[in-house]
């Protein structure tokens, strides 16, 4: 197993992004490609999901977000949705040991309501062993929307304002972002599609208003380490100019364009 690395030297983690956040898909044409059921391509992709938090704990990423299932995946078959959530909750029972090992400190976004009591238990579980940890940041999208994440938002702020916890004459955007399911990971840096889409499929809405976003026609079971470090390396030559110029963006102190 490799060694953990969450402390490493600020020169190593020049120009990496801070956030990445993956939409993992194409498991189920990677396994009709092969002849094997959709749930097997789930299985695979799981696997994968396993090399990419160790390469990320590796690297030193500081936040990693996986989309795992959306709230619109809830309207594929019942056998597929019920397998998938088997797969979930197998793999927290294999892997959770070895993300405390790791430091890694699990998050969850997405709406509990809708899942099962088997795999609430796995989330509720594994937030709280890892509560406690300082290394890489995993934030699980599970039964996820971003549109429904900002209307869970507004309700929840609409009751503090009634209740006079909130002063509405004060909502901003920071504020706004505070009743975010997970307000203390930051914006996505780098949004990384597999698969071969180019959409953003409902996924963190409000988080990825200047993300990168890097696609490739991999198929998740197959994307690798190597796949990994070229999307990172295509992010780090682009310019983010957050609606700056070039030319301002060269007068910044420092001269950073990342
Ligand atoms: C992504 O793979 C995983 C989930 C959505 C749960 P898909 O199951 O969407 O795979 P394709 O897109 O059908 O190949
Ligand atoms: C997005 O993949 C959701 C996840 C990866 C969990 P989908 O396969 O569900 O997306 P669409 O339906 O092609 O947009
Ligand atoms: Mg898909």
């Known amino acids: 197993m490799p060694e953990s690395n969450n402390e490493r030297s600020n020169t ?8 990445v956040a993956i939409i993992m898909d194409g498991n189920g044409r990677w396994a009709q490609r092969r002849n094997l059921s959709r749930i097997k391509g789930h299985r695979a992709g799981l696997d ?3 090399e990419m ?11 990693l977000t996986l989309y795992a299932f959306s709230e619109e995946n809830w309207e594929r078959p019942r056998p597929e949705v019920d397998a998938l959530m088997t797969l979930l909750e197998r793999f927290v029972d294999r892997e959770l040991d070895e ?3 790791k430091n890694v400190r699990v998050v ?3 709406r509990r309501e809708r899942l099962r009591p088997g795999v609430l238990e796995r989330v509720e579980k594994a937030i709280q062993r890892t509560k406690d940890n300082t290394g890489l940041v995993v934030s699980f999208a599970l039964s996820y929307g971003g549109r429904a994440e900002i209307v869970d938002a507004a309700r929840r702020l609409i009751d503090d304002a009634k ?20 307000p203390e990971v930051p914006d996505v840096d780098l949004l990384i599609r597999t698969g071969g889409e180019y959409r953003i499929s409902n996924f963190l809405l409000w988080q990825v208003a200047y993300a990168e976003i890097c696609t490739t026609e991999v198929m998740w079971p ?17 310019e983010r100019r957050y ?3 070039s030319a301002q963006l060269d007068q910044a102190p420092g001269g950073s364009k990342l």
């Open 12 to 19: 190593e983690s020049v120009g990496l992004p801070r956030h």
């Open 48 to 50: 994968t999901v396993r």
């Open 53 to 63: 938090i160790r390469h990320c704990d590796a690297r030193g990423i500081a936040y």
């Open 99 to 101: 993300l405390c090992e």
């Open 108 to 110: 969850f976004i997405g």
């Open 163 to 182: 209740a006079d916890r909130m002063d509405s004459s004060k909502l901003d955007e920071a504020v706004f972002r505070s009743y975010l399911y997970a």
């Open 222 to 238: 197959d994307f690798s380490r190597a796949n990994f470090d070229e999307l990172v390396t295509e992010f780090q030559q682009r």
């Open 243 to 245: 609606g700056k110029t």
